[in-house]
């Protein structure tokens, strides 16, 4: 079926994957040993990035796998939709764990060692950066590098939040500043799960993609030579960059079929992005698609 826009990253996808499990690691244990929330709810959400960009890498890979089982119509490609829900499940998780630790440590006297959180912090943002730097220009093409960017740039937030956490710490000496900054790491981290899930939800809820209005296509479609109406259009995307449409087209007396449905086909995919189209070409007399419900 074609190029898929996550496949072409996924060198990307698996440099990242190496940068953020090599540091996880660390932080975790510096995590522990310092007691700071701050660093072990970066730690937390940088095991989410672990599984997230292993589960992403995964994806690509079904993505591409070839069926043996001649049910799978349209391939895997929605593999790496449900590898981007995968993400917004993580963060959300990670965000309510940080929020409940926060909230239940507010009023307590927690000893905070901010040496190893300002050491830590400053390499897990120097790792978070370089992660960024790898995925961005594959973030605007694919919803599921965009899952695994998102979470990188919530983490890259977490690590400047261990910063600054670690700085009033020892700043002020109150263990409190440690939890404030968790709290909104965590608040976050949320926020950012639930744009990305609104986008997921869209994909899977077939919806019309973003930015291409289906009033607008039948308007086009309409407009083709030898078109008199344009019913039953139905469009949504596969995976990130393989937009879909079906349509019926009613064709004046005399035109010539064949024609029309090459200048419909290449309106779709020219004008509008749509990398299949399936086009019913009717003639003006023909009659039963009124009988469609849906």
């Known amino acids: 079926m074609g190029d898929h826009a996550a496949g072409r990253h996924r060198w990307r996808l698996g440099a990242s994957f190496a940068l953020i499990g090599s540091f996880f690691v660390v932080e975790l244990t510096y995590g522990l040993l310092s007691g700071s929330l701050a660093l072990l709810s970066d730690a937390g959400h940088m095991a989410a990035d672990v599984v997230a960009l292993g589960a ?3 994806a690509t890979r079904l993505a591409t796998r070839p069926d043996s089982t001649g049910r799978r119509t349209y391939g895997s490609y929605r593999a790496e939709v449900f590898a981007s829900l995968l993400s917004v499940l993580l963060m959300l998780g990670v965000a309510v764990y940080v929020v409940v630790e926060a909230v239940g440590r507010i009023g307590e006297g927690a000893e905070v060692a901010f040496g190893p959180m300002l050491v830590v912090g400053a390499i897990g943002l120097a790792v978070n950066v370089a992660a960024l730097m790898l995925l961005r220009s594959g973030a605007s093409e694919s919803l599921n590098v965009k899952g695994a960017y998102l979470e990188v740039v919530a983490d890259t937030a977490g690590s400047v939040g261990v910063i600054v956490a670690g700085w009033l710490v020892a700043a002020t000496g109150r263990p409190v500043w440690d939890t404030l900054i968790a709290l909104a790491i965590g608040t976050f981290v949320a926020v950012r799960a639930v744009v990305l899930g609104r986008e997921v939800f869209a994909v899977l809820g077939q919806h019309a993609p ?17 078109v008199r109406e344009v019913h039953d259009l139905h469009l949504w995307t596969l995976t990130s960059g393989m937009h879909v449409a079906t349509a019926h087209l009613v064709t004046a007396d ?3 079929g064949h024609a029309v449905l090459d200048r419909a086909r290449d309106l779709l995919r020219e004008r509008h992005g749509v990398a299949h189209a399936t086009l019913q070409v009717e003639p003006a007399d023909h009659i039963g698609c009124d009988r469609v419900g849906w």
């Open 254 to 256: 005399l035109a010539d």
């Open 56 to 58: 992403a890498l995964l």
């Open 210 to 226: 973003t930015g291409m209005e289906p009033a607008t296509v039948a308007d086009d479609l309409a407009k083709v030579g030898g």
